[in-house]
Structure formats: structure tokens, C-alpha cells
């Protein structure tokens, strides 16, 4: 009889630069994997990429023909940095969802039996997903340009505010996957999905706070979403309300600062939660 086999995992780098190269090289297959998946079924990326498209159509040439930009402008200028935003926001939406259905499939469990970088699942997804919303966004601009809508500024600035919306993306990313990894169905997930709508509505995208009333303005001007609003329409050279409060005349800075904040948070939550998952 022939000599039995062994099969040994391989032990885990010690060294800090190795252990980061580990976590980047499988880091890199995890995202490579999650977007060949993407490819595979385009019908999934066709509905998550018409969908915000619906949406501008639905307030550009419905709602929007009653809506009154304060201090004059076109609400379509207006509307689109909301658009951007809110487009970014929903990409939480579709990490809960491949999340949990990675969960419930058993592919979360067969990457933890796995000799992978325990961060290697979550920075994988991550970077999967700023590609996607890369896409997104490219196609929103698209629409936009379509619509009517134009940045009035320089292309340094104009690419400075898609920096910032894909800021943005990248912090609620990490919030995606922990509630993703929280939710115990699929019905479970598309309700935590329907929650992003109240969150969304309630920021400047698609009204002026000033127009709220005053407590309900004050809880929008104070959403990590106005202050990146906010930001891109000033660099896109947009219509706007006139800056008044500490937040609006520094919205570029809180801009950079919410999702930094929220990324400092999540990010290692999103890890632990990924670490502790029951076998």
C-alpha cells in the first residue's frame, strides 16, 4: 500500500509585512471571485444599475416640476449630487444582500475553513463592491448629463467630488457586510434594505433643510449624507443653498470626515463580526 498522504495547512506569516502581503494577495481573490460572480449574472447588475436611473427620472420630471431650488437654479443641477449620494448610500443595500446569500449558501463558511487572511473576506468584498459603485456612478453621471445636469467647476474639482462619494461608498460599505453577516434570511435583509429610504430622504438631497421644518432640518443638516451632498455640489459648481452654520461653510472637510469616522468604527466590527461567525 502507498504511503498515506498529509495534508498540513500552512502556518500563518508572523512577519507584519508578510502578514500584509497575505492579507492583500487574498484580499485580491476574494474581490476577484465576488466579481466574476457580478459577471455571471448580469441580470443582478442590470436591476442594481437601472434602478437609481428610475429614480432620477422619477424626481427630475415628476416631483421635481414642483420643487423650488431656494435662491433660483435648476432643481436638476440640484438634484443630481443628492442622486449621486443617495446611489452611494443604497450600495448598503446590495452588501447586505450578497452577504447574507454568500451566508446562507455556505461560501462564507467554506472561505473561513480556508487558510485565508482573516481579513481577506471582508477587504475582498470591499474592493468587489468599490468597483461596482464605480460603475454606478460612471452611469449615473451619464444619466445626469442626459437630463440636463453639468458640473460648472474645474475637472480637478469635479474629480475630487467623485473621490468623495466613493469616500462615502467605501465607509457604508463596512456597515453593509456587518448587517449582511447579522441577517439570518433574506427576507431579514431586504427589510434592514427598506430602512435606507427615510435615511436617504432625510439630508438635503431632494429639499433644502431650510424648507423642513425647524427640528426635522436640523436632524438632515446633521446627516452624514447632507455634508457629502453638500461638498459635491459646491465642487461640481451646483446649485445650492447658501452656506450658513459651522457644517455647510466646512462641508468639504465633514465630507472627508463622516466616512472616515464611520470607517475607523465599522471597519474593525465588520472583521470581528466576520471572525465570530458560528462554524
Known amino acids: 500500500m502507498g504511503a498515506a498522504i498529509s495534508l498540513t495547512t500552512p502556518p500563518a506569516p508572523t512577519e507584519a509585512l508578510d502578514r500584509l502581503r497575505w492579507a492583500l494577495r487574498d484580499g485580491l481573490l476574494v474581490a476577484h471571485r465576488d466579481l466574476t460572480h457580478w459577471v455571471r449574472e448580469p441580470q443582478l447588475i442590470a436591476w442594481g444599475l437601472l434602478f437609481p436611473v428610475m429614480f432620477v427620472l422619477l424626481f427630475a420630471y415628476v416631483l421635481g416640476s414642483g420643487i423650488v431650488v431656494p435662491g433660483g437654479g435648476s432643481y436638476r443641477e440640484f438634484l443630481m449630487p443628492g442622486m449621486f449620494a443617495q446611489t452611494m448610500a443604497f450600495g448598503i443595500g446590495e452588501t447586505i444582500a450578497s452577504v447574507q446569500a454568500d451566508s446562507a449558501r455556505g461560501v462564507t463558511d ?125 465642487l461640481f459648481g451646483n446649485p445650492g443653498v447658501e452656506a450658513s452654520g459651522w457644517l455647510a461653510e466646512n462641508a468639504v472637510l465633514m465630507a472627508v470626515v463622516w466616512p472616515l469616522a464611520i470607517t475607523v468604527v465599522s471597519l474593525p466590527l465588520a472583521v470581528r463580526a466576520y471572525q465570530r461567525l458560528s462554524r
Open 110 to 234: 467554506r472561505f473561513r475553513s480556508m487558510p485565508l487572511a482573516p481579513s481577506a473576506v471582508v477587504v475582498g468584498r470591499s474592493l468587489a463592491n468599490l468597483v461596482y459603485s464605480a460603475l454606478s456612478l460612471v452611469l449615473m453621471i451619464g444619466c445626469g448629463l442626459a437630463i440636463g445636469w453639468r458640473w460648472r467647476s474645474s475637472l480637478g474639482d469635479a474629480l475630487a467630488a467623485v473621490g468623495i462619494l466613493l469616500l462615502l461608498r467605501f465607509a457604508f460599505l463596512w456597515i453593509g457586510i456587518i448587517l449582511g453577516l447579522k441577517a439570518t434570511s433574506a427576507e431579514m435583509a431586504n427589510s434592514i434594505f427598506a430602512l435606507l429610504y427615510p435615511v436617504t430622504m432625510l439630508s438635503n438631497a431632494f429639499v433644502a433643510p431650510e424648507l423642513m421644518p425647524g427640528w426635522l432640518g436640523t436632524v438632515a443638516a446633521w446627516n452624514p449624507l447632507s455634508s457629502t451632498i453638500t461638498a459635491t455640489r459646491q
